[in-house]
């Protein structure tokens, strides 16, 4: 065996699903040396999960990926529910939209997996050298203790070991149809036995595939999956259900006389049980059936004999269910049968050094479309603080605030749920006096309300360093050592300036122009994910002299050698690198250029010339309507300064967050950083 080679890495990712894939994109963004690594071959190629919410859409937007997945995609609008009628035979009882109008600009699409860790992959070779390393999974794992506060140590030691292309390829067990062979997704379930151990042991076997490698990480990241080998490793659990459900998943292109069969369909049968249709790209169809119910023995799951199942199975399941309608296929493109709980990791982190995501801390039913979504959101909320705290931006305790955000929503997920599949899954109920089985009422105002936190818009951080709730008297949770009323100290929250905007909660988007050209965007469009703070400046009507004299007098707070945009800004970098300064006034557009505008609103380069990218106006496009941005978000005359962190989530007390890094940093900068990063409702006339 040759000798054991050892490095340094920043960020060591293990599993490159949606949730690892999505750390790594960020890694690329922010210019983060980091590694992430995959026991399997090769990415996935269909199947698996397929939603996309719109919060999902607006973060792969942010990400530079939303536009592919938006046109590739199969479009939701609509629901339909169809439920027996007195005859026992279904009919549609109910139309409703699949996503609630306006809550975003985007609405739920369907794309398989494979698709958008393609996306994710393209995006990060675009922006890094970093890679996919396949066929490589750790194989022991060691935190030193002692040096986990030490920023610059690399307290994780993780060992690699690298598999042979044969161990790193599964055997799979494949259907045939019209003579054909279809591959299934029963090799990555979990009704088989997980088998990282069994490519451990087998990679013992191969002399040449016995090579490893140690690797020294400042964070490591668990993203890999429901058997999560970093979460066995850290000696964490998942907590919740005893009862584990068994989804049977068949995606065909079917032939049928079902009228709904290209709407998402709840059907729900007299007594054959139930099947959820949604129509996908390229003219496929998934049916998800619930199969069966498993109860715990002990403390061990009992498993679902798999062999019983395969699309036969699962296709007459539909039949009954969708009968009197038929249903068949001559096209095959993936099944599975899945078995899973719905749990809940213990806890989200260990030191603050090691972190779990995605699959690895929550599982759950597909029903709602939430596996990929929830996620990705789970990095997508870590990837951003890991990378400041790397680059001396931020102070670790920052990263407390990943599982007081991320684990809560989970909590609410499993919930949601938990309720949610047992009245997908259960009988309707025959008459009012029919106590065993699910009303239907009921079942459609669970739909109705779980749409809304489905679509991820409805994600309300509790309050944090991070969050500077309003009139929040409570503690933070889960370890974090700043009380709200120290926050609130340092910060004026009044969301009163800015109605449309909830501390906690995403920015909403409305379009803007671009003072210089015209041209219409989101706001949600200015604020691409790559790390930097926004601080957006809602300045009201600069032609009144009133709003001038407060735009001039923030402009010099801005602008001064001691002033906050200067001190964290790091010597050569560019002006914006760690805060963007986002300026949207409404004085008629052609009233006014650039030029009337204070030059920190439009900073200068010598071999670039003037931003131009920074001035918006509120005012009427000619081909895409009027946004209306003040009136939406409730911006009165006297203007408000809104900060946004680097994920979109705005008033956020960055003082908290930042780290301190500059001991000349004095006490009239400080008052600088509390006064102008104050709120996402900081009245203008305090600025000066
Ligand atoms: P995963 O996508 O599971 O990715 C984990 C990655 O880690 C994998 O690439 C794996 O190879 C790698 N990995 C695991 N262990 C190691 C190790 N020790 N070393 C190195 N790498 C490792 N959701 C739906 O919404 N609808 C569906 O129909 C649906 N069907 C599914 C069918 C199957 C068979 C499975 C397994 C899941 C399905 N899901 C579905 C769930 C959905 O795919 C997940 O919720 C989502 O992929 C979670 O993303 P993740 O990145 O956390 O984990």
């Known amino acids: 065996m040759s000798a054991i080679s050892e490095s340094n890495v920043d960020v060591l990712i293990v599993g490159s699903g949606p949730a690892g894939l999505m750390m790594a994109t960020w890694m690329a963004k922010c210019g983060i040396n980091a590694r992430i690594v995959d026991k399997r071959g090769t990415k996935i190629f269909n199947g698996q999960a397929d939603g996309l919410q719109c919060r999902t859409l607006e973060i792969l937007d942010s990400l530079g990926i939303g536009h592919r997945a938006w046109r590739e995609a199969n479009h939701m609008l609509e629901i339909c529910l169809w439920n027996p009628d007195e005859n026992g035979v279904i009919r549609r009882s109910d139309r409703i939209p699949d996503t609630i109008p306006g809550i975003s600009r985007f609405h739920q699409v369907v794309l398989h997996q494979g698709r958008i860790e393609r996306f994710f992959l393209d995006a990060i070779a675009e922006a890094s050298d970093i890679r996919v390393e396949r066929g490589v999974m750790p194989s022991s794992l060691k935190i030193d203790e002692s040096l986990v506060e030490d920023d610059a140590a690399y307290p994780i030691t993780v060992t690699l070991r690298h598999l042979t292309e044969e161990e790193a390829t599964p055997s799979q067990s494949s259907t045939s149809v019209n003579g054909q062979t279809v591959q299934d997704g029963l090799f990555r379930s979990n009704l088989a036995k997980d088998d990282t151990q069994d490519l451990l042991e087998l ?215 938990h309720k949610f599949s047992r009245l997908f899954s259960g009988r309707p109920a025959k008459d009012v006096m029919d106590a065993e089985g699910i009303s239907m009422e009921e079942f459609k105002a669970a739909f109705l309300k779980g749409h809304m936190f489905a679509s991820g818009i409805a994600v309300n951080y509790g309050a944090s360093l991070l969050v500077a709730k309003a009139g929040s008297n409570e503690e933070l949770g889960n370890g974090i050592d700043v009380s709200v009323a120290d926050a609130r100290d340092k910060v004026i929250s009044d969301e009163s300036l800015c109605r449309g905007i909830t501390v906690g909660m995403r920015i909403p988007s409305h379009k803007v122009l671009n003072q210089a050209d015209a041209r219409p965007w989101h706001l949600q469009e200015l604020l691409p994910s790559n790390g930097r703070w926004r601080i957006i400046v809602f300045s009201g009507n600069i032609n009144d002299n009133e709003q001038r004299g407060k735009l001039e007098r923030l402009a010099r707070d801005f602008g001064a050698q001691d002033a906050f945009l200067r001190l964290y800004t790091p010597d050569g970098a560019k002006y ?111 600025s000066g």
């Not at 140690?214 to 990241?221: F, T």
């Not at 139930?274 to 998934?286: A, G």
């Not at 400041?388 to 609410?412: D, M, P, W």
């Not at 890094?661 to 006064?675: C, D, F, G, L, R």
Request: hydrophobic residues 35%; aromatic residues 8%.
């Open 203 to 417: 990679s013992k076997l191969h002399g040449k595939a016995n090579s490893e490698e140690i690797v020294h990480a400042k964070y490591l990241i668990g993203a890999d999956g429901a058997h999560s080998w970093t979460r066995n490793q850290l000696g964490l659990k998942l907590e919740g259900d005893s009862t584990d459900y068994v989804w049977g998943v068949l995606d065909i292109v079917p032939i049928t006389d079902f009228p709904d069969i290209r709407m998402r369909c709840a059907i729900h049968s007299a007594n054959n049980g139930s099947v959820m249709i949604i129509p996908r790209e390229n003219k496929l169809v998934r049916l998800y059936i619930q199969l069966t119910t498993t109860e715990k023995t002990g403390d061990t799951a009992s498993r679902a004999d798999r062999s019983k199942i395969n699309p036969q199975v699962i296709l007459e399941s539909a039949q009954r269910i969708m009968a009197p309608y038929k249903i068949t296929y001559r096209k095959l493109d993936w099944w599975t049968a899945y078995q899973i709980g719905q749990r809940v990791g213990t806890s989200f982190s260990a030191h603050e050094r090691v972190f779990l995501a995605g699959d690895a801390v929550h599982t759950h039913s597909p029903k709602a479309g939430q596996g990929m979504n929830v996620s990705m959101q789970d990095t997508f909320n870590l990837g951003w603080k890991i990378a400041s705290v790397v680059k001396g931006h931020a102070k670790r305790s920052l990263l407390k605030t990943y599982e007081s955000e991320r684990r809560g929503i989970a909590q609410e997920l499993i919930a949601f749920d």
């Open 576 to 686: 914006d690198e760690v805060f963007e300064v986002l300026l949207i006034h409404n004085a008629p557009r052609t009233s006014v250029s650039i030029f009337d505008f204070p030059e920190v609103f439009r900073p200068h380069d010598e071999v670039d010339g003037w931003d131009y990218n920074k001035i918006y106006v509120d005012d009427a496009s000619y081909h895409e309507g009027f946004g209306n941005i003040y009136e939406a978000l409730g911006i009165p005359h006297s203007g408000c300064i809104v900060i946004v962190r680097p994920d979109q989530y705005p008033n956020t007390d960055v003082s908290q967050a930042f780290e301190m890094t500059k001991n000349e940093m004095t006490k009239s900068a400080a008052s600088h950083i509390q006064s102008t990063q104050a709120k996402g409702g900081k009245d203008m006339s305090s």
